[in-house]
Nanobody, 121 residues
Framework: QVQVEDSGGGLVQAGGSLRLSCTAS????????MGWFRQAPGKEREFVAA???????YYADSVKGRFTISRDAAKNTVYLRMNSLKPEDSAVYYC???????????????WGQGTQVTVSS
C-alpha cells in the first residue's frame, strides 16, 4: 500500500514562489494518480491540481497558469510548483493518492499530513 508524505510549505510574500513535494512509499506509486488539495481556516477543503498515472494534469481555475503539478517516478515524488502566490492561496496543502485524478477529495483514499503555506501581503 502507498503512503504519502507532503512537505515544502512555508511563509512567502505575495508574488513569490514555493515548491511542495509529495513523496510516496510503495512500489506501485506510478500506477496512482496524485492530487493536491488545500484547506484554509473556516473553509472547505478544495481541489488544487491532479496528475494521472499517464501524466495528464488538471487544475482548479483559481491556480491555472500559476501552479504546475509534475511527477518524478524515479523519486516516487509529485511536485506542486506555485508561482505568483497570492494571500488567498494561504492554506494547509494536502497531497493525496487515488486510482484516478479526481477533483473530489472524498475520492482519494490516501492522504499526507498536510503542509502549511502562508502568503503575506
Amino acid at each position: 500500500q502507498v503512503q504519502v508524505e507532503d512537505s515544502g510549505g512555508g511563509l512567502v510574500q505575495a508574488g513569490g514562489s514555493l515548491r511542495l513535494s509529495c513523496t510516496a512509499s510503495g512500489r506501485t506509486f506510478t500506477s496512482y494518480a496524485m492530487g493536491w488539495f488545500r484547506q484554509a481556516p473556516g473553509k472547505e477543503r478544495e481541489f488544487v491540481a491532479a496528475i494521472g498515472s499517464g501524466s495528464h494534469v488538471y487544475y482548479a481555475d483559481s491556480v491555472k497558469g500559476r501552479f504546475t503539478i509534475s511527477r518524478d517516478a524515479a523519486k516516487n515524488t509529485v511536485y506542486l510548483r506555485m508561482n505568483s502566490l497570492k494571500p488567498e492561496d494561504s492554506a494547509v496543502y494536502y497531497c493525496a493518492a487515488a486510482n484516478w485524478p479526481f477533483k473530489r477529495d472524498y475520492q482519494y483514499a490516501l492522504w499526507g499530513q498536510g503542509t502549511q503555506v502562508t502568503v503575506s501581503s
